[in-house]
């Protein structure tokens, strides 16, 4: 009983996790897409508030679209860089760590085990087959 008890809410700390992760996964991705709009929509914004005296023309607005259609790619690749940058450093201090580590003394490990099997030695049988066969 309490077996099953603690596997109940096992599973659901689980399944509420997996939730939690997808909807984080979702709202990251949503972000990334809405990222180009809502940047044209600020820099648009702020050049009428920045400019009140300044007519926003359709020269002005079809070059900055194409500009930022350009850089739209780095825009979104940018917090993966920055996210892949920080697992690179970790891994190097890791491995920096451990190759910074003092050797084991040699008379602490006992190279020669005496209770040792060979493979070849290992014997073990398999069950019968049976004449019925399940796919």
């Known amino acids: 009983m309490v077996v099953k008890l ?23 991705n949503f972000t990334f897409e809405v990222q180009p709009l809502l940047i044209c929509l600020m820099v648009f914004g702020l050049y009428t508030v920045a400019n009140p005296g300044e007519a926003l023309t359709a020269d002005k607005i079809f070059v900055s679209i194409a500009l930022m259609h350009i850089i739209q790619i780095p825009m979104v690749a940018l917090p993966w860089a920055v996210v892949n940058a920080v697992k690179m450093a970790v891994g190097v201090n890791r491995i920096q ?28 049988r398999w069950p019968k087959p049976t004449s019925e066969v399940f796919f």
């Open 6 to 28: 603690v596997g109940l809410v096992t599973t659901r700390i689980l399944i509420s996790s997996i939730r939690y992760l997808g909807w984080l996964w979702g709202l990251t």
């Open 97 to 124: 760590r451990f190759l910074n580590c003092e050797e084991v003394d040699p008379g602490t490990v006992d190279a020669e085990v005496e209770d040792r099997r060979n493979i070849l030695e290992l014997r073990g």
